[in-house]
């Protein structure tokens, strides 16, 4: 079956801009959380999204934001770019299982920010 | 909160040697713990799981991972690396006792294979 797909996989962006990232989960995983991933910080998680809900956020700024449709794909949006926000954006998804299932990961978004 | 802590931010092997990547995890209750493995310019890959069943979990491509409470260790190994092994080894702990979707990763430990 198809995993987790993310688009696109590259982005260059300029300072003070806004980016759009796609994530289309699993069939059937209804969870989606992003992670932000840096050399120096390594994975942050940002938001995970159950049935278009939001159920868990990072300690990031507004400027972070997503969302999910009823197609349980999501998007993560990031408003007013710093240079700062360059680094791997990593979706994965879940059956939000209680027992713990585990997470599929995408194979990311590499975001540059100039 | 759980943590976990990956003790070795790099590890060298020569390819056919064992692998052992350290990870202890901090957690006021018997948590899942996962390993994952990231090739370069990869996401993310489920090498094993655990979830309070066996404590000896057995993974892909040949790795596996022993749960020890009395340690708080869930130590990953591998009998006879391979080149294709080079790659950076992620322990991870989800956050809270329910499935909130928040997963905290140790800072990672990149395995370097020799021939």
């Known amino acids: 079956k198809a995993g987790v797909t993310q688009t696109p996989r590259y982005l260059i962006k300029t300072r003070g801009q806004q980016v759009t990232l796609s994530c289309s989960p699993i069939?059937?995983?209804?969870?989606v959380s992003w992670y932000q991933q840096t050399p120096g910080q390594g994975l942050q998680f940002l938001f995970e999204?159950?049935?278009?809900?939001?159920?868990n956020k990072g300690n990031f700024p507004g400027r972070f934001s997503g969302r999910q449709f009823s197609n349980s794909r999501s998007e993560m949006n990031v408003s007013t770019l710093e240079l700062g926000d360059s680094a791997l954006y990593l979706c994965?998804?879940?059956?939000?299982?209680?027992?713990?299932?585990?997470?599929?990961f995408g194979s990311g978004t590499r975001l540059t920010v100039v | 909160a759980q943590s976990v802590t990956q003790l070795d931010s790099h590890v060298s092997v020569s390819e056919g040697t064992p692998v052992l990547l350290r990870c202890n995890y901090s957690?006021?209750?018997?948590?899942?713990l996962f390993w994952y493995v990231q090739h370069p310019n990869k996401g993310l890959q489920l090498l094993l799981k655990?979830?309070?069943?066996?404590?000896l979990v057995k993974g892909i491509n040949g790795f596996e991972a022993e749960f020890k409470k009395s340690e708080t260790s869930f130590h990953l190994t591998k009998p006879s690396a391979h080149m294709s092994d080079a790659a950076e080894y992620f322990c991870?702990?989800?956050?809270?006792?329910?499935?909130?979707?928040?997963?905290?990763f140790g800072q990672g430990t990149t395995l370097q294979v020799k021939p």
């Open positions: 069939s059937g995983h209804r969870s």
């Open positions: 957690s006021s209750y018997s948590p899942s």
């Open positions: 999204y159950f049935s278009e809900t939001q159920r």
């Open positions: 994965a998804s879940s059956l939000d299982d209680m027992g713990g299932y585990g997470y599929t």
């Open positions: 655990y979830t309070s069943a066996a404590t």
């Open positions: 991870v702990v989800p956050q809270g006792s329910s499935n909130t979707g928040k997963l905290i």
